[in-house]
């Protein structure tokens, strides 16, 4: 099962629907922006991962940093993969051109990899993301 650990979070108005608190396909667990709705593009614009979900006007609560969980949109396969924010608010591997907003570090039952649409663990900061000019910028 995937964890969280210490994180630091915030709080915005819903300016979506973003109460469906379905692991995996629901709004729950995926990358949001300041004006609380799924984020859709890779960049700086996601804030952080929905940690708490509501209806559109409801306050909802965003994790900006530290160890959360997330919703994979494509299998990520190596623990320490860097991850950057994907079409309907999924994280997937970082590639050139990224921003790296986290890196993954272990999904279901401490595994090495999970697969898309799974939730896993890693460990995020929005507030700084790091541009991959390369792809030598994405490994480590």
Not at 21 to 26: D, H, S
Not at 81 to 110: K, M
């Amino acid at each position: 099962m995937a964890v969280e650990g210490k994180y630091c979070t915030w709080s915005t108005k819903a300016g979506a629907d973003l109460s469906d608190l379905t692991a995996g396909t629901g709004a729950i667990y995926k990358a949001v922006t300041q004006l609380g709705v799924k984020a859709t593009t890779p960049g700086v614009a996601a804030a952080g991962i929905l940690l708490y979900g509501g209806t559109s006007g409801q306050h909802v609560t965003v994790g900006t940093t530290g160890e959360m969980k997330f919703t994979a949109g494509a299998a990520v396969t190596s623990v320490n993969a860097p991850l950057s924010v994907a079409a309907n608010g999924y994280l997937t591997v970082a590639t050139s051109g990224d921003y790296i907003v986290g890196r993954f570090t272990e999904g279901t039952n401490r595994s090495t990899s999970i697969t898309s649409g799974s939730v896993g663990t890693g460990l995020f900061d929005f507030v700084n993301p790091q541009y991959a000019a390369s792809a030598a910028a994405v490994t480590f």
